[in-house]
């Protein structure tokens, strides 16, 4: 990726240079056409919208609430104002924040919450391909990479996340697996500490992105890393660079791990797995016969998505089944990396079938994952790069073997396109609607456990209320992270807020802290002494929050000084 980014700059630093010398570059002229086809794929989005889905309502909410949120002047929103009718929602402790700060930017330029995720959407498309292009040039040659990157981009796993399912975040980790994939073997392949660095940068970028994704892509590195050496020393590298990811993206992680047990996590289902196997509901999904009347249709007839993941995997396969053969037929796993792609494919393939089962149970927490169909993801990024690999070594074996086997890989990758493109033609319209869920009731695992959500999610709850005493109140700002009211208590009396408590609310009477709890429904709570009073509320850090700060805040100068030492005991080539 480094190598990737100096020609770039080196090529645009250099006096005098030919324009049409930079633009013939193929790291430019790769760019240009990833970026025009990732154009080309969001035509539908930007005509019709975001698919009115539920990952669609939910990302359209928490948007909107980080970006009000940013324009209050908070730099690193975690108390979001508009869901649960106005009570607020702290998602965004544990939601990765780095898209948001995405669509936030162009919200900037668009004014419209709508078009920045479509946007955002875009670039992330775009930056997938750029990245699977870099991964690939660790062995490929410029037009084999970028027949990588072309299938990568057009998977029908990717097109799935986002024209069915519009899981934004999902969406943005085919972006960071891949430059994870790439440091790893940088590493291992005796890469200096700067290699190091990228790995750090690249793994940290990924937790703060998708937390499921990057779990998932640390079960296979192991593999993976087995597979491209046995020298302990670049092991340990790596495994820094990895802790060091950790430390960076620490801003996010250590509240996600510290404070877990604030909100109904526990409510994700840990047999929800068990139902949702890939292959083995394929034949009952196509079936002609009706259902009985009254009966309600299985999981897999509900939802297409599901649909297009099994075809997806099927795809898939058989993609795989004709590459393996070609590869091992040809000798050309004498390559660790082909090797450690070729396994850590195989290993996501299996992880959607209930052949893994025993892998789910085992694997402490796998179950968070829900839907086995998400290791497609580390699965299309073998299968863009062992196809491309696969498809150049058939074009180069003579006689009739070239057309049979470049034809049949063809074929293969013609019918994951048409899987996609399929994903698209289903696409659902209705964008409108998505804006009125704004202020909707949070997912359950990000409800906070003293809430009582089922008494207390009517839409008119008054901003503030005296529950008991004598009191008038104005409220001067009664949403958001940081809220005041004017109080004019004739008596001591007990103010509810619609506004949910949770730890980090601090109150202050005329700027002295007071004691702050929740009501039986679980709304913040304060007795206020009687007089006039200025009250403010504030969502401040607790110590995990700003524990990750500092964590987050020290490895970045750990990250620094180790690129300043390995910047200046490198040979001067290397940095040429």
Known sequence: MTR???VLVTSLKKPGQDPKKIFRHPAVTSSLLIFGLATVVMMPIFGHGLPPVSDAFVHYRWASGFIDALGEGSLYPRWLGNPNSGAGSPAMLYYPPLPFYIYAAFHLVTGNVLKALALGSWLALALSGITMYVFARSLLSHRVSLLAAVIYLLAPYHFLDLFQRAALSEFWAFVWVPLVLYAVHRVTSGGDWRAVTLLAAAYGLLLLTHVLTAFATTLILPIYVVFLTRDWRRMGK?????????????IF????????????????HREKFTKSFLIEHLPAAFKADPLPPGQRPEFFYQNPDYLFAEASVVSFILLFALI?????????????????????TLFSLLMTTRLSEPIWRIIPGLYVMQFPFRWLLPASIGMAFLSAAAFSLAMARPGRSRNAYGGAIVLLLALNLVVATFSVVRQQRGEQAIPKEVSGLEVPEYRPRSWNYKDSRESNIEAIAVSSGEASVQAIDASGASQSYAINAVTDSMLGFRTLYF???????????????PSEQGHIQILIEAGEHLLTLNFEDTWPRRAGKLISALCVLVTLIILYRARESAPAGMLE
């Open 253 to 268: 992680v250590a509240p996600l791990v510290l404070e877990r047990d604030y909100v109904r996590l526990h409510r994700i």
């Open 324 to 344: 393996s053969i070609l590869i091992w037929r040809w000798q050309q796993t004498e390559s660790g990396l082909v090797r450690a792609i070729w396994v850590v």
């Open 503 to 517: 730890p980090g609310w601090i109150a202050r009477l005329d700027g002295k802290p007071i004691k702050i709890g």
């Open 238 to 250: 790596t495994v820094f660079g990895l802790a060091l990811g950790v430390g960076l993206s620490a």
């Open 4 to 6: 990737w980014m100096t």
